[in-house]
């Protein structure tokens, strides 16, 4: 594919962000233009909309990078992983008040944007630029592989999502020969973990329910936990691939409540089964292997609806 994407660095100021509470797909997108524009010495921002802190597991990224919005509107916005408008929360208005929206995504048919670089086959939206800066002879370095390599990693659950070809390994491969740091990124995403949101696992585990015949597993986080565990939302990100790891299921979901009482629902399939269809019924949305929701329903509401949607798939 051939977008010319360098020749929308041509206006500024720039914006750069992706949806809210950005996970280390979008960040390392984000980062790894706004690495490049600086090289380049355009003026850009990188913003999102954080409830909270950013997590903890992805500060190997250059967090410093990140600020927040100066204008109402940009001449260029660069959105990342993000197919809805709406899931840009607070700046929402302020992209699509700007000039030119330019989504780059891999999810499916985004409902916005001016141009759509877009592979809903790709594993991750840093494989989707990877492309772009190959095909556009883009020079990547070091510290923009790491954020690359990261939006790989965290995408694919460690190389072991359904949606894990011979395409990501040899992005993988090629990103760690620019110096990408493959070990050292893994193990800050999934082998350093607050010793409080560890403590909170074992409630995660203990509330798990299992539909034997479904064979979809699930559990909650309550509001109420933080506050008892002393940890917030965003260290508590790896639980799904907790409720998942149950060899009896095929599709798990962690759901999380947020302070007005909603909840936000994180949904992992085992096998070829598409939970991005399950994220749908919600207005959600995601790839095949992982996807994502939020709901303004009780948690037996949202249980019911999604036991349904698996059943007309099986």
Known sequence: MKNNFK???????????????PDGDAIGSALALKLLLDSLDIESTVAFDVTGELPSNLNHLPYDLIGTPTEDSYKT??????????????????????DKIVVVDHHIDPTFGDLQIIDPKAASTTQVLYRVFMEENIHITKEMSDCLMTGLITDTGRFQYSNTDSEVFSIAADLMTKGSELSTISENIYGSIELNALKLQSKVIERLELDNELRFIYSVVYQDDYKKYTTTPAETDFLIDVVRLAKESRIALLLKEQTDGSFKGSLRSRTDFDVQKLASFFDGGGHKAASGFSAE????????????????QI
């Open 7 to 21: 020749e929308n660095f041509k206006d500024t100021p720039i914006l750069i962000t992706g949806h809210v509470n």
């Open 77 to 98: 916005v660069f959105v990342f992983d993000c197919g809805n408008s709406s899931r840009l929360g607070s700046l929402e208005s302020i992209v699509l008040n700007s």
């Open 297 to 312: 329903l009780t948690i037996d509401e949202i249980i019911f609806n999604i036991k349904n949607e698996i059943r007309k």
